[in-house]
């Protein structure tokens, strides 16, 4: 077991070394733009699946809308299970610890810059900004091609063609991003693109018209307990789930770098309130009954503007201090307000308020 081990870990710093010529390749090619770099980190990151894309197209069309809330809190759940399992560094604090450096005729570790948005505190693989995005905008592309009968069988259309070219191409974008910020390895992204179509393409078959709220609670129940599970493995077999925190804070150029809202257990509670949310709003009388009225585009605009408004102004909100298990709780039932008010409150408000501006006409 120990030589399997090692020859693992061999391996594998063998990747990382190699990669790290193309962190220090990128960095130097790219630095003139590194505000580039750190805008399509930013524009993609996970949070904002929940924060700016749901709210949206949800808005403009329910179903697609379902689509990509369910896609996204499961390539989260998915995202935390296997970082934790894979155990992947990152390479802003890998340089550092690994011996590959000490060995004799090696130069000092490389200088890999770090950025603002470097020192994300989770585990590295798979990349989660290219795994909730591969899998979000699969939907996104996927669900709109079909709505405007762009794929058909035997079709030789060049439009769809062309979508799935811009898909690659943002997926690389987005994953030269990562690795330029030294948050990723290259290969933590590709294996986060890939996993992410997987779970879009899986979900794609599932009926999720006929989920009750009992079935939305049996599977927050489900990522709950299976993530606090994988947590308890790891410490029973003497491995500490949150070795990455202590890293990032050891090894982050400056301490205000460090992102403690990218740590497991906030996005946790990100995800799991978030789909918590979805099955009371899915379910409620309110959704019920607005999902039978035919909203314009007037009012789907409206719908858009409020719910994302309102979501962005979540990010405002100051958590009230004290223990970490008061902070869970409440990024926790935040998440439920959200994803509860963007589908049963804010369709209900406008379409109220739109009838009675038509009866005063």
């Known amino acids: 077991m120990s030589a399997m081990t090692s020859v693992l870990t061999g391996t594998m710093d063998i990747v990382y070394e190699n990669s790290v010529s193309a962190i220090e390749g990128l960095q130097g090619r790219f630095l003139q733009q590194s505000n580039v770099m750190f805008m399509i980190s930013n524009v993609f990151d996970p949070r904002y699946a929940f924060l700016v894309y749901s709210p949206l197209f949800f808005s403009l069309d329910w179903n ?7 896609v996204t809190c499961i390539a989260e759940w998915l995202n935390q299970m296997l970082k934790w399992a894979l155990h992947g560094e990152r390479p802003y604090w890998w340089i550092h610890e690994t011996h590959v450096y000490n060995r004799t005729g ?11 948005m470097t020192c994300e505190t989770g585990p590295g693989s798979p990349s989660g900004h290219a795994m909730v995005t591969a899998a979000v905008w699969y939907v996104i592309l996927d669900s709109y091609l079909k709505k405007f009968n762009f794929i058909k069988k035997d079709s030789n259309n060049f439009f769809p063609k062309l ?4 898909y690659l191409v943002l997926l690389t974008t ?4 990562r690795v330029f910020i030294a948050a ?8 986060g693109m890939s996993i992410g179509c997987l779970v879009a393409l899986w979900l794609d078959k599932i009926d999720q018209k006929q989920q009750n709220t009992f079935k939305y609670c049996a599977i927050t129940t489900g990522m709950l307990v299976s993530a606090l599970s994988m947590y308890s493995l790891l410490q029973a077999i003497g491995v500490d789930p949150m070795w990455s925190v202590s890293r990032a804070l050891k090894w982050c150029a400056k301490r205000e770098y460090v992102h403690l809202d990218t740590s497991p257990f906030f996005s946790m509670m990100r995800y799991v309130g978030f789909f918590f949310g979805m099955g009371l709003g899915f379910n409620s009388e309110s959704f019920k009954r607005i999902s039978k009225l035919d909203f314009n585009f007037i009012m789907r605009i409206v719908c858009a503007i409020l719910s994302v408004g309102m979501c962005k102004f979540s990010e405002k909100i100051t958590l009230i201090g004290g223990s970490t298990l008061l902070i869970y709780v409440q990024a926790f039932l935040i998440n439920v307000v959200l994803s509860y008010v963007m589908i049963a409150v804010v369709p209900n408000i406008v379409a109220k308020v739109w009838n009675k501006k038509q009866k005063a006409q």
């Open 174 to 177: 987005v994953s030269a991003s």
């Open 184 to 191: 990723h390895f290259p290969h933590q992204c590709f294996l």
């Open 64 to 70: 697609i809308g379902k689509k990509i809330m369910w």
């Open 106 to 116: 090696i130069p000092n570790p490389p200088d890999i810059q770090q950025f603002h």
């Open 163 to 166: 979508c799935w070219l811009a």
